[in-house]
């Protein structure tokens, strides 16, 4: 009798490609705040050039630019590779070293326009205190991370994260530097109303604010200082000397009406009659060349940005990743809102940069690793 060998069957696994798993993980991928970056970016390019086509033919401001943010991109791909609970263990190890380049430079810093904020060697500088926002935001994150209390936060809870704030703003203001210290601060009392603190304790802290006011405006800012917020109550009472910026800036913005100049049509800055166009006014050249049409389109393209921030805070699934999402997005908010309403003439001028539309390259690469670690919470939210 034949028997007929019986062969088992064979299934053949159909091999994934890899390449399509790297497609899938892609088509996951959230690109936005990344996308927007380079949208704002690009903005900020754009008008820089015209900012600086006049004085600037030898110099090219906006090649250095470029290359800032080249170099933050390359950090970004670095930070987007690891997971952002890294941050946490080396919170306080980032946070001291950024507070020995602040000590460093009131002994070995370069001295510009009557301030003393950069370190470096020969044309390569840095700003520390653009780098302390960041820092003290992880080192606060950190902080609360690790806390466990439930009743409410008493004063007495927050002498030790008060001083995590104010060792640096104390270094920062002896630069000086204003407007760096103010947004720290602003930042602190950002993440603080997100935590749950007593009422009385609010109550208690205003009341000293309020009471420490007048003892800070006359011990605590320097006289040129005290004269922007004289001039900033009344611009015309000095309209050559501490009022001309605010007064310059507020003509550059009213100028540009309903639809602006055009690009590079702007007078204000391109007859130098606005001081420091490429820094902290880069948004009065844009208002003046765009109008008002062209503010809508720019602060919607923040608002844009600053809503899918809080939505990587919102959909993070730790407290370390909320309070770093929601501390960064302070730092952009009041950098945004300090910055316009200082050259619109509603706030007093304190020397605060546009995110990526300003030239700075300390200030540019903090905001590109900003948006670096906002991008790798909200793709690794719920990797542990």
């Known amino acids: 009798m034949n028997h007929s060998s019986i062969e088992s069957p064979t299934f053949e696994e159909s091999p994934v490609s890899s390449a399509g798993m790297y497609e899938d993980e892609l088509k996951k991928f959230n690109w936005n705040l990344i996308a927007l970056e380079i949208l704002l970016f690009g903005i900020g390019i754009w008008n820089l050039i015209s900012a600086t086509g006049v004085q600037d033919k030898s110099l090219g401001l906006y090649k250095t630019q470029l290359l800032w943010f080249g170099i933050g991109m390359c950090l970004t ?34 001295s510009s326009l009557g301030a003393k904020r950069w370190i470096g060697v020969g044309a390569f500088r840095i700003q520390p205190s653009e ?13 609360f991370e690790l806390d466990q209390n439930v009743g409410g936060y008493t004063i007495k809870d927050l002498v030790l994260p008060a001083l995590l704030v104010g060792l640096p703003s104390g270094l920062i203001m002896l630069q000086p530097d204003l407007g760096t210290a103010l947004i720290i601060l602003l930042t602190f009392v950002s993440m603080m109303l997100f935590l749950k603190i007593q009422t009385r304790t609010l109550i208690t802290i205003a009341v000293c604010a309020m009471v ?8 605590g800012l320097k006289p040129y200082q005290r004269q922007r ?37 702007g007078t ?24 008002f049409v062209g503010c809508v389109i720019l602060l919607v393209m923040y ?28 730092v952009f ?9 200082m ?22 690469i903090t905001s590109v690793l900003s948006v670096a670690i906002l991008t790798n919470i909200a793709n690794k939210k719920f990797m542990f």
């Open 333 to 341: 908010f009041w950098h945004i809102f300090v910055n316009m309403g």
């Open 212 to 219: 420490c006011l007048p003892a800070v405006y006359k011990f």
């Open 131 to 143: 780098f302390m926002k960041l820092s003290m935001v992880i080192c606060l994150a950190k902080y």
């Open 303 to 330: 608002l844009v940005f600053m809503l899918n921030g809080v939505s990587v805070a919102y959909q993070s699934n730790d407290k370390f990743g909320v309070l770093l999402a929601l501390g960064i997005m302070s």
């Open 77 to 110: 791909v670095v930070i987007l590779l690891m997971h952002y609970s890294i941050f946490s263990r080396l919170a306080y190890f980032i946070y001291f070293a950024n507070l020995v380049l602040l000590g460093a430079v009131l002994f070995f810093g370069k």
């Open 268 to 291: 204000q800055s391109h007859l130098n009659f606005l001081p420091e166009h490429h820094t902290d006014f880069i948004f009065s050249v844009f208002s003046e060349e765009h109008g």
């Open 343 to 364: 050259v619109m003439g509603v706030l007093p001028i304190v020397g605060v940069p546009l995110p990526f539309l300003s030239y700075g390259g300390s200030s540019l």
């Open 229 to 265: 917020l004289v001039s900033f109550l009344d611009p015309t009472a000095d309209p050559k000397g501490s009022g001309y910026n605010s007064i310059q800036s507020m003509i550059a913005v009213g100028s540009g009406q309903l639809l602006g100049k055009g690009y590079k049509k």
